[in-house]
């Protein structure tokens, strides 16, 4: 399992232990976190919109064209910005530390 972190917009930290190969979208919604996902995790909206906020964006895959053009039509846009559909769980992802935008 993988050990990634929620902090919601009031500070409060969860701990998930999140399946490889699913998405932090899939993870999210498996573990009762307010994210929306409204395409389903298809990248056709922005509503699934988050900011990571450990030291992982490296170890992500590079946001593609089509995620970066999705992003554009999010508010608050950062330079920590992914959609979570498009965030695959590795195991390069153990301590990650996220919030919903």
């Known amino acids: 399992m993988i050990k990634i972190k929620h902090i919601d917009k009031k500070g409060n930290q969860k701990l998930i232990n ?9 993870v999210s919604k498996n573990n009762n976190i307010n994210l929306e996902g409204s395409c389903g995790g298809e990248m056709l909206c922005s509503t699934c919109h988050v900011y990571i906020l450990s030291n992982h964006l490296n170890k992500l895959k590079k946001k593609t064209k089509e ?8 508010k608050n846009l950062k330079n920590n910005s992914r959609l979570a559909c498009q965030i695959k769980i590795t195991d390069k992802l153990n301590g990650l530390i996220f919030s919903a935008v």
């Open 18 to 26: 999140a399946n490889k190969g699913l998405s932090l979208l899939e």
């Open 67 to 74: 995620e970066k053009e999705i992003l554009v039509l999010s």
